[in-house]
């Protein structure tokens, strides 16, 4: 059935708006009250104060285009691939640098060779060189000061939310201590597997198939139980692609998502036997709550017109049985929390019909709002006041709201989502 939207009545926010940007540029967040400014014609880099919409200061960083930007103790670290030439088109494997300034006032910090690890553990940056023979390090943010060092932390594979698994080329896999660099030794994997992902039950993985001409195929994804890396099964899924099959952890389950081309989303069970097919089905996310699998995804029905249903809906399935929770229409997925998700409705839906107070009306501007996903909550998008534009692209974390590329031209807006939201 289709949900019908709580009427907006949340508390008032605070509303900034931000400075204009030009042709190419763009805005992050990077933490609680702050985002950068950048370009993609340049290396400029901008720091702004969500609270009052100042920029507090901007300047190149001098080692390459930025790939990453993250706060970690008042400091602001950055990463971005080296350049070989003046140019700033050349390339070159193992040249990635690491760049430190102070989060206020811009001031360099310290640098360093090689990237940060995707996770870091409190005040600590793990650092790794990918490429090169190096071994990677845990720093301090502020002084850069090496803490430890690793021979073997050489891939960001899994993240089991202390330890990073590297894979060697024999197929062992080691854990690595984000606070402490100490290495524990988890299982061996078949020669040349690499991981793919996982879950706290169990990892997939992939093998090698490298071809003697055309594009590199993945014969089979491997699922190992976590404990150990024994093989459960083997699933024997495709993709001639240059890049292995999509397929995500579903608790018990393994689903295989869907693409933009309309592929039906699979789900097969740790046998590795397809327990059911969704029909041109999208799969965004997998969600936990308290314990049962939820996915997130688009319906797409093309060629079907229903009266104030758009042709592609938003759904959320139970993840053992594919059954339908709930059809929450053009509301889209802004980000998924512990305990909710965060969903828009955008301008480019804005001739939408939606249910309102068991009413029909026309969507005008672009409109927040959540799912509350605490057990025994109805499955119901519960909205939030008008974000005053018809906004085509908004993300939400550390509790700021920043919305862009507004239809009309207007200016980027930061709101802050605080506690009076609760």
């Known amino acids: 059935m289709m949900l019908a939207a709580v009427p907006p009545n949340g508390p008032s926010t605070g509303r900034v708006v931000l400075p204009a940007l030009t042709r190419g540029e763009f ?21 702004l104060d969500l609270h009052n919409g100042r920029e507090l200061w901007r300047r190149d960083p001098g080692i390459g285009h930025l790939q990453s930007q993250r706060i970690v103790d008042g400091v602001l670290i950055m990463s971005a691939t080296g350049y070989t030439d003046a140019t700033k088109k050349v390339l070159r494997s193992g040249t990635d640098q690491t760049f430190a300034v102070d989060l206020r006032s811009g001031g ?46 050489k891939a960001s594979n899994y993240f089991d939310g202390t330890a990073q698994w590297s894979t060697d080329r024999d197929g062992t896999v080691r ?17 040349d597997y690499w991981i793919i992902g996982g879950s706290t039950r169990y990892i997939l993985a992939v093998p090698p198939s ?21 093989q459960i099964a083997y699933l024997n899924v495709t993709n001639s692609a240059s890049y292995p099959p999509d397929l995500w952890p579903c608790g018990d389950l393994i689903c295989q998502r869907g693409g933009v081309d309309m592929v039906d989303m699979k789900v097969y069970d740790l046998q590795g036997q ?33 009266t104030g249903v758009p042709t592609d809906t938003n759904q959320i399935l139970e993840a053992t049985t594919g059954r339908v929770l709930a059809d929450i229409g053009a509301w889209r997925l802004v980000r998924v929390d512990a305990d909710r998700i965060w ?7 804005r001739t939408a019909k939606l249910l309102v107070s068991s009413q029909e009306r026309a969507q005008e501007e672009t409109i927040f709002g959540y799912i509350d996903l605490r057990p025994g909550v109805r499955l119901a998008v519960t909205t939030l006041r008008p974000l005053g534009g018809a906004y085509e692209d908004c993300d939400f974390d550390f509790g700021w709201l920043l919305c862009g590329n507004d239809v009309a031209h207007t200016r980027s807006v930061a709101i802050h989502v605080g506690d009076d939201f609760e």
């Open 175 to 191: 854990a690595v201590d984000l606070t402490t660099g100490n290495a524990r030794l988890v299982g061996t994997l078949p020669k």
């Open 27 to 47: 805005y992050s967040l990077i933490g609680d009250g702050y985002a950068t400014r950048h370009s993609i014609h340049d290396d400029d880099v901008g720091v």
């Open 343 to 349: 969903v828009a409705l955008f301008a480019s839906r």
């Open 274 to 306: 397809l327990r059911y097919i969704t029909a041109q089905f999208l799969l965004h996310t997998v969600i936990d709550r308290d314990g049962q699998q939820l996915i997130l995804g688009e319906q797409h029905r093309s060629g079907v017109v229903a």
């Open 210 to 230: 490298p071809p003697r001409s055309g594009p590199l195929e993945y014969p089979g994804v491997g699922v190992f139980d976590i404990h150990g890396l024994r």
């Open 108 to 153: 360099e910090l310290w640098r360093r060779k090689g990237a940060v690890l995707a996770n870091t553990a409190g005040a600590i940056v793990p650092i790794w060189c990918s490429g090169c023979p190096d071994d990677s390090v845990g720093v301090d943010a502020r002084t850069g000061r090496e803490i430890w060092r690793s021979p073997w932390l």
